[in-house]
C-alpha cells in the first residue's frame, strides 16, 4: 500500500516539477528552427549593370506565405557612356572620366511585400520568394572635379582643380581630381523607386537568412540629372541588380 501510495505521488508530483521548470527556463535558444518566426531583418550588398550599393531591410509576416517589408538603401550610378582616358600629353598624368559632369547615387527608402512560393523543407534546401518594393528616391550629385594644367614660363606648367566643363580644352586636364572635391556642393534631386525581382534563400537554419537576390530597379526623377556633358539630363535611371543577403528571423 506504502509502495502504491509512492507511485501516486511520484506520479503526479514529477508532471508539477516539469511544469514548473518550463516556466523558469529560458527557451530562446532551444526553439525549434523550424517554427514559423513572426520578424526578421536582414543586411546586405549589391552590384548592378551601373555600380554597387548596400542595404537594409526588415520587417514581419502578414501570413504565413507573405512578409511586409521596409527598406534602406544607398546605391551608386554611372552612365553608360563614360570611358577612362589618360591624357598622353603628361606621362605622370591621372585617369579621368572625359566628360563627366556629375558623379551620382541614390538613397531609397520605401516598403515592399515579399510572396513566398515555397517554404525551405525542415532538413534544408531552397525558398524562392517574389518580391515588389516602392517608395521614395533621392538622387544625390557631387561636380567631378579634374586637374587642369596651366602653362607657365618655360616648358612648365601649374596645376589647378576645378569642377569640370566641356569648355576645358582637354589637352589640358592632368588628370582627376581628388576625392573629396565637391563634396560641399551636392545636389539633391527628389523622386520615385519601383523595384521586382526573385530571392532564392539556401540553407537549413531557418533563424539565420542567407540569400542570393536578383532584380531590377527603375528610379524616375521629375527634375533631369545631368551626368555627363553634350547628354541630356537623365530622368530614368534602370538598372540590374544581384545581392547577397544576411540577416536573422526571431520573434517578438
Keep these: 500500500m506504502k509502495k502504491i501510495s509512492f507511485v501516486l505521488i511520484l506520479f503526479v508530483a514529477i508532471p ?22 513572426e520578424r526578421q531583418w536582414s543586411l546586405g550588398a549589391m552590384l548592378h549593370s551601373n555600380g554597387w550599393g548596400l542595404k537594409f531591410r526588415k520587417g514581419y509576416n502578414l501570413t504565413a506565405l ?19 582616358v ?8 591621372r585617369p579621368f572620366i572625359f566628360g563627366k559632369l556629375n558623379y551620382v547615387s541614390f538613397l531609397r527608402g520605401g ?4 510572396y513566398i512560393f515555397n517554404r525551405k523543407p525542415y532538413w534544408g534546401g531552397v525558398q524562392v520568394s517574389g518580391l515588389l ?3 521614395l528616391s533621392i538622387g544625390i550629385t557631387k561636380p567631378a572635379y579634374v586637374f587642369v594644367a596651366y602653362p607657365t614660363i618655360g616648358n ?22 581628388s576625392f573629396l572635391a565637391g563634396i560641399l556642393e551636392l545636389n539633391f534631386f ?30 524616375y526623377s521629375p527634375i533631369g540629372i545631368p551626368i555627363m556633358a553634350l ?11 544581384v545581392s547577397a543577403m544576411f540577416g536573422k528571423r526571431y520573434n517578438r
Excluded at 24 to 35: A, H
Excluded at 162 to 177: C, E, H, L, T, V
Design 156 to 177: 612648365n606648367y601649374e596645376l589647378r582643380e576645378q569642377k569640370y566643363s566641356a569648355d576645358i580644352n582637354p589637352d589640358y586636364i592632368y588628370g582627376r581630381g
Design 66 to 84: 507573405k512578409q511586409f517589408m521596409w527598406e534602406l538603401e544607398w546605391s551608386t550610378y554611372k552612365s553608360a557612356k563614360e570611358v577612362k
Design 231 to 241: 547628354n541630356p539630363k537623365q530622368n530614368f535611371f534602370l538598372t540590374v541588380y
Design 16 to 37: 508539477c516539477f516539469i511544469q514548473a521548470q518550463e516556466k523558469f527556463t529560458d527557451y530562446s535558444d532551444s526553439v525549434p528552427d523550424n517554427v514559423l518566426f
Design 133 to 135: 518594393y516602392g517608395g
Design 86 to 93: 589618360v591624357n598622353p600629353y603628361y606621362s605622370d598624368s
Design 190 to 219: 527628389p523622386g520615385l523607386y519601383a523595384k521586382t525581382g526573385l530571392d532564392f534563400e539556401f540553407g537549413s537554419k531557418n533563424k539565420m537568412i542567407s540569400s542570393l537576390e536578383a532584380g531590377a530597379t527603375l528610379d
Design 111 to 114: 516598403v515592399g511585400v515579399n
